[in-house]
């Protein structure tokens, strides 16, 4: 039998999301959503593609969350997206009670799973997801730093006019307008950028990332971003299910790495069959520590603004 990969929310990233993992392969699908046919129709439109692709997994949509039993991994992507003049924390009260209830429910059918969380404000959904699961926190992570890492290679490519995938890049701290990209840990085939760029123009840059959720936003004007985030997803998906302990950058559960803990944010992982097999400390300059701290805190602030901690 394939792996199951189940999607709860089947929105613009949570079909995206299905769509990429359902044509590569890699795990069958259940598409979960409080739409009713929704899910079906687009379950149902995929596997009319698997001829096509020579696919033989399935793709299977429902509006019962007991159809998700026995899944490997779980993504969230349940819940609003924002509209332009907002931001994401402006989402937390909606989405809290729509994760609270899916993930409370997913990790009693389901627990053996790992949760991948996408909805935002992120941060602050994961660690509500890992309360409502009761799971250990190397089982629940949010999905984020891959995204900003993707935003920060794009515009470092379209600058220098190289291929994205020759840069290499790391993204830290909330998902949010704090979020820390590191120069010195971002490198062109094995270049460091500060060595590429003047320190202004990555300054730009580091700006355009910050702001990329936003300036996508802005142009669609009724949602925000889903090719990328999705392409995130299932970068992460795949680390999982074929055990690949890639590096990335996920929101995880801190117990004193970087000076704090008992909460989730940004940080390099690695990723694998059990969840978080490991967090990496880098060792980051005073104005580096300084940004992630500021970063964190902000995380830290709203779960406590809201009772969260
Ligand atoms: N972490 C990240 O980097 C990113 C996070 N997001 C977030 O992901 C979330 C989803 O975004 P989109 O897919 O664009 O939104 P969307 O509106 O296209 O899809 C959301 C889906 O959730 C469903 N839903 C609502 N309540 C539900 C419930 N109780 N159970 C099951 N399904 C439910 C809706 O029916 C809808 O189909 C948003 O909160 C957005 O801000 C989006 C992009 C990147
Ligand atoms: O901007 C948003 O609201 C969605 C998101 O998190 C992103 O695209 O980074």
């Not at 993707?150 to 790391?170: N, W």
């Not at 090719?227 to 299932?234: G, I, K, N, T």
Request: aromatic content about 6%.
């Amino acid at each position: 039998m394939k792996t199951k990969v189940s999607i709860i929310g089947a929105g613009h990233v949570g079909a995206t999301a299905a769509h990429l993992i359902f044509q590569s392969g890699l795990a069958d699908i259940v598409l979960y959503d409080i739409m009713q046919g929704t899910p079906q129709g687009k379950a149902l439109d995929l596997m009319e593609a698997a001829p096509l692709w020579g696919i033989s997994s399935s793709a299977f949509g429902t509006n019962d969350l007991a159809d998700t039993a026995g899944s490997a991994v779980v993504v969230v992507t349940a819940g609003l997206p924002r509209k332009p003049g907002m931001s994401r924390d402006d989402l937390l009260l909606a989405n809290k009670e729509i994760i609270t209830n899916v993930v409370g429910e997913t990790s009693r059918i389901s627990p053996e799973c790992i949760f991948i969380i996408v909805t935002n404000p992120m941060d602050i959904m994961t660690h509500v997801a890992w309360k409502a699961s009761g799971f250990s926190p190397q089982k629940v992570m949010g999905m984020g730093g891959v995204l900003d890492a993707s935003r920060f290679r794009t515009f470092i490519a379209m600058e220098l006019g190289v291929s994205p995938q020759d840069v290499e890049a790391m993204v830290m701290g909330g998902h949010g307008d704090l979020m820390v990209p590191l120069p010195r840990f971002t490198t062109v085939k094995g270049v460091p950028l500060p060595e590429l760029l003047p320190h202004e123009r990555i300054e730009e840059l580091i700006r355009r990332t910050r702001n990329g959720g936003a300036e996508i936003v802005a142009l669609l004007k009724t949602g925000s971003a889903y090719y990328a985030p999705a392409a995130s997803v299932f970068e992460m998906v795949r680390s999982i299910v074929l055990d690949q302990k890639r590096v990335l950058p996920c929101a995880a559960y801190l117990n004193g790495e970087y000076g704090v803990s008992g909460f989730f944010v940004g940080v390099p992982v690695i990723l694998g069959g059990k969840g978080v097999e490991k967090i990496i400390e880098l060792r980051l300059t005073d104005g580096e520590k300084a940004e992630f701290t500021k970063s964190a805190a902000s995380v830290k602030e709203l779960l406590e603004n809201q009772r969260l901690t």
